[in-house]
């Protein structure tokens, strides 16, 4: 692994911390993978580990070790102080919230680069409830809160890709793929790489409610930096297009991949999303009704038969939606699950909460 950059748990409190670290891709790689983290830092102490063991590791050991290639970590992330979490999470969850550090540490990641805002500057000087305004969740029983946070995880995105932009023209080379990770998302299993086709996008294989999973992506660069990561500034410049108003997420996702004519393929993965509190969905983990029957109406493509009209456009000849057959479930059972969990000290729910005010 790179050597650790100095740990940014010590810096002041600011509206903006940067940082460079040890970059690793060059010329002499051909296959160099930028791993971008972005969105609300707002429990990192519970994601870290298995950001680390699943996501981080695996990837430098098949990019790095077996293909002999480069892999570079990019970071942005939005800071809350605790204060104002406790006060925005009470109602949502009455129990204790667990630690959540104002200028989190991501020296474990070693980042190429690291850029990390507070959200309260950032909500301020982007004006971004202007842009939240435009897509009126609402209509699903999204809190104000949560339609916020969507538009924060996509301004988040733009600036992971600035990072990757500039050290592109730092170094004079170009990044090949990108993977994008939430950092309030945890994987329980490792993932298996396998590098996407130049303009394809990797999801995981379940919970698209009828649209894209917006939880984990992965693509040939273009396909990632030029399309799903610059959504922010195109809305910024034009507005937000009518397909996206009054949609869910994951549907907004498609509608944007589709206007693109990015391609769509699916990867067996086992990730949660993980709250303040340490709670974490078992339904977040299930592609089939063993655990959440609705999983089984809203999250799973039945691939070939009720793709989402979004992706029923063509490019071309050709179908927008790549079928791999990788369509198995690396979690497992449910008791499996639950383990893995309580080994991560996340407490494994029942409960699927949409209007949560935690997605981003």
Not at 47 to 65: K, V
Not at 111 to 127: F, T
Not at 237 to 250: C, H, N
Request: with cysteine; glycine share 6%.
């Amino acid at each position: 692994m790179q050597p650790a950059m100095s740990s940014t748990s010590a810096t002041p409190r600011t509206s903006k911390a940067r940082a460079i670290g040890s970059c690793r891709a060059s010329a002499s790689n051909e296959l160099r993978v930028a791993l971008c983290f972005y969105g609300l830092a707002r429990n990192l102490n519970l994601t870290r580990q298995s950001l680390l063991l699943h996501l981080i590791e695996p990837l430098h050991d098949a990019i790095e070790r077996t293909a002999a290639g480069a892999l570079d970590v990019f970071v942005h992330g939005l800071l809350v102080e605790r204060e104002a979490v406790q006060a925005g999470r009470t109602a949502a969850f009455p129990h204790s919230i667990g630690p959540i550090d104002y200028m989190p540490d991501w020296s474990f990641a070693h980042p190429c680069r690291l850029w990390l805002e507070d959200q309260a500057h950032v909500d301020v000087s982007q004006n971004l409830s202007v842009v939240m305004a435009q897509f009126r969740q609402q209509s699903f029983g999204y809190s104000a809160a949560t339609s916020m946070n969507f538009v924060r995880a996509y301004y988040s995105m733009s600036r992971a890709a600035a990072l990757v932009r500039e050290q592109q023209a730092r170094a004079g080379v170009h990044y090949t793929h990108v993977v994008l990770a939430r950092s309030d998302t945890g994987l329980l299993a490792p993932i298996h790489w396998r590098a996407p086709e130049p303009w394809t996008i990797a999801v995981p294989n379940f919970q698209h409610w009828r649209g894209v999973n917006d939880r984990f992506a992965m693509g040939g660069a273009r396909a990632m930096l030029d399309v799903l990561m610059s959504q922010y500034a195109e809305w910024q410049r034009g507005g937000v297009p009518a397909e996206l108003q009054g949609v869910l997420p994951e549907r907004a996702r498609c509608f944007i991949l589709a206007a693109r004519r990015v391609r769509v393929s699916v990867l067996p993965m086992c990730l949660a999303r993980v709250r303040s509190s340490g709670e974490a969905s078992l339904c977040d983990t299930a592609p089939h009704p063993a655990v959440c029957y609705w999983s089984a109406i809203e999250g799973v493509w039945p691939w070939g038969r009720e793709l989402p009209h979004c992706m029923q456009r063509k490019a071309g000849s050709e179908s927008l939606v790549r079928v791999p057959g990788d369509l198995d479930d690396p979690c497992g059972n449910a008791v499996s699950v639950v383990r893995a969990m309580h080994s991560f000290g996340w407490r494994p729910t029942h409960t699927l909460p949409l209007a949560d005010g935690a997605s981003d």
